[in-house]
């Protein structure tokens, strides 16, 4: 199973923003099938994903039809898959070049094949993303397969070091990405209450970009926002975002010039283990 770190490379990083759009997008298309025929969750966990080490893809929950399935992408190919519970191929699609209604055609065509009912797909998000022109009639294109295959390795990389950081924390959940923001993150719950506004907790993980940084970037987020000093992180090459929301933020950029991964992975590392304890003792 390939769950080592995974080498950065870097591409321009105008490349990296134009392939999170098209994967946002696309990633709706996963996410509704999990939302369209498993319970309702009140934070939308049923239409989740996680990575999948083995099949190096995100991959949605498992549904039961004719057949046990799930839905899945690939961002190094670019392809969706519907996959059985033997991790068999079932059918896939290549996104490339293909349109929104491409897609919901070939997914009721191999919907029903599965046994499970088309009329069911609930393509209303309970969220509101950037209106991309692939939402309405625009083809997915994407300008770089190297930009693709860096995003996967950003995916995989914060997946395996999240196991490692938080290997030790009873409370931490599974590690996740969420079609709302696209990001992939696990949650350590220092204090429940049963109320969110009262718990304690604190999110780790990883955004590919969004309003507030064009680029991808590794973060450290706490819940309520800390009152006392933060620490300074400019040792890790980081800074406290606090526009909005409170959190460590790392930005891909600033290991650029890490080009061995010892170094890309010893500094993730550092970064996530300094201000999660840090966090962990001001909350």
Same mark, same amino acid.
């Given at each position: &199973?390939?769950?080592?770190?995974?080498?950065? %490379?870097?591409? !321009?990083?105008?490349?990296?923003?134009?392939?999170?759009?098209?994967?946002?997008?696309? $990633?709706q298309n996963?996410?509704?099938v999990?939302r369209s025929?498993?319970p309702t969750s009140e934070?939308?966990?049923?239409a989740?994903?996680?990575?999948d080490?083995?099949l190096?893809?995100?991959?949605?929950?498992?549904v039961e039809?004719?057949?046990?399935?799930r839905?899945?992408?690939?961002?190094n190919?670019?392809e969706v898959y519907?996959?059985?519970?033997n991790?068999? %191929?079932i059918?896939s699609?290549s996104m490339q070049?293909i349109?929104? %209604?491409d897609v919901m055609?070939w997914l009721e065509?191999?919907?029903?094949?599965l046994?499970? !009912?088309?009329?069911?797909i609930?393509l209303t998000?309970?969220?509101?993303?950037p209106?991309?022109?692939t939402?309405?009639k625009?083809?997915f294109n994407?300008v770089s &397969?190297?930009?693709?295959?860096e995003?996967?390795?950003?995916?995989?990389?914060?997946?395996? &070091?999240?196991s490692?950081?938080?290997k030790?924390?009873?409370?931490?959940?599974?590690?996740?990405?969420w079609?709302?923001?696209?990001? $992939?993150?696990a949650?350590?719950?220092l204090?429940?209450t049963g109320d969110?506004e009262t718990?304690?907790s604190?999110? &780790?993980?990883m955004?590919?970009g969004?309003?507030?940084?064009?680029?991808?970037?590794?973060?450290?987020?706490?819940?309520?926002?800390?009152?006392?000093?933060? $620490? !300074?992180?400019?040792?890790?090459?980081?800074h406290?975002?606090?526009?909005e929301?409170?959190g460590?933020v790392?930005?891909?950029?600033q290991l650029?010039?890490?080009n061995l991964i010892?170094?890309q992975?010893?500094?993730i590392?550092?970064?996530y283990t300094? %201000?999660?304890?840090?966090?962990?003792?001001v909350?």
């Open positions: &199973m390939n769950n080592k770190w995974q080498l950065l %490379t870097f591409p !321009d990083s105008a490349d990296l923003a134009q392939v999170r759009e098209q994967f946002h997008q696309a $990633i996963v996410a509704a999990g025929f498993l934070d939308d966990e049923h989740n994903l996680e990575w080490f083995r190096q893809r995100l991959v949605g929950r498992w039809g004719d057949v046990k399935f839905s899945s992408i690939s961002i190919r670019f519907l996959v059985d519970e991790f068999q %191929t059918s699609i070049g349109t929104q %209604t055609v065509h191999e919907l029903s094949k046994g499970a !009912d088309f009329s069911k609930n998000y309970p969220y509101v993303i209106e991309y022109p939402a309405k625009e083809p994407i &397969m190297l930009a693709s295959q995003l996967s390795r950003l995916y995989h990389n914060t997946a395996h &070091m999240l490692i950081v938080l030790k924390e009873e409370s931490a959940s599974e590690i996740k990405c079609p709302h923001h696209f990001d $992939i993150a949650r350590v719950t204090l429940d969110p718990s304690r604190i999110n &780790m993980g955004s590919p969004d309003k507030y940084y064009n680029e991808p970037y590794f973060y450290c987020s706490p819940w309520p926002y800390p009152t006392k000093n933060l $620490i !300074d992180l400019s040792d890790l090459r980081a406290w975002h606090q526009d929301w409170v460590a790392l930005p891909v950029s650029s010039d890490h010892q170094d992975r010893g500094l590392q550092r970064f300094k %201000t999660f304890t840090f966090l962990k003792e909350l």
